[in-house]
């Protein structure tokens, strides 16, 4: 069966500090794979998502990046971090099923910038 | 901009109940909408979708209704459960340049069932 992996489960940084938020997926090849935001009062924001190894779509201007150096490895990654980075952070992989397909989610990490 | 939107942050519910969670839309482009349960310190996980074609999708206890020229979605739970409470989140989907499906989440319910 899958598995999806998210660590460290919860992270306090300083403001300017780099961060590195790691996702891995076990039991699936070729996944797609996403990343999350929720900020307080606000709905999932999706940040990133990639469709394969070096592919990575941005969906929002931001201090973040992203990048999947390996088929089932996503990293999320800050050089300095903002207040406004603050938030729960979640990863997710679906299969390339056509429509129809679910996104599986990770348990997620806190992240709260001082 | 919010295109997804639960204008109610939280509902209580008596057991056995119908629990009623409502979801509005305002782009037109989405075709396929989705319904998320979350516990806390947990991911999100799937509950039920409907496409939309369809003005009703049913799974269990559980039953989505669309209603595509108001833009409107919503859950029913029936009879409710306390298991049942949890965040629900509603999403609406469209399909990027890649073919994955990209989802806009709603900002949440959080469903209490009184035993």
């Known amino acids: 069966s899958q598995t999806i992996h998210q660590w460290p489960a919860t992270l306090v940084q300083p403001v300017g500090s780099p961060l590195s938020l790691e996702c891995t997926v076990e039991g699936t090849s070729n996944p797609n794979l996403y990343w999350y935001r929720q900020a307080a009062g606000r709905g999932l924001q999706l940040l990133f998502y990639s469709v394969g190894i070096g592919q990575i779509s941005s969906e929002v201007p931001q201090n973040l990046s992203a990048s999947r150096p390996q088929d089932r490895q996503f990293i999320l990654s800050s050089k300095k971090l903002l207040l406004s980075d603050s938030g729960f952070y979640l990863c997710?992989?679906?299969?390339?099923?056509?429509?129809?397909?679910?996104?599986?989610f990770g348990p997620g990490t806190r992240l709260t910038v001082l | 901009d919010q295109q997804v939107k639960q204008n109610s942050p939280s509902l209580s519910v008596q057991e056995g109940r119908i629990s009623i969670l409502n979801c509005d839309y305002t782009n037109s482009m989405f075709d396929y909408f989705l319904w998320y349960k979350k516990y806390p310190a947990e991911g999100p996980t799937f509950l039920i979708s409907i496409s939309s074609i369809k003005d009703k999708n049913e799974d269990g206890r559980f039953t989505v209704f669309l209603n595509k020229s108001a833009k409107h979605l919503s859950l029913h739970i029936v009879p409710s459960q306390p298991g049942d409470s949890a965040v629900y989140f509603c999403?609406?989907?469209?399909?990027?340049?890649?073919?994955?499906?990209?989802?806009?989440f709603g900002t949440g319910t959080r469903l209490t069932i009184i035993p």
């Open positions: 997710a992989w679906s299969l390339w099923s056509g429509r129809a397909d679910t996104q599986y």
């Open positions: 999403a609406a989907s469209t399909i990027s340049n890649f073919g994955n499906e990209k989802l806009t």
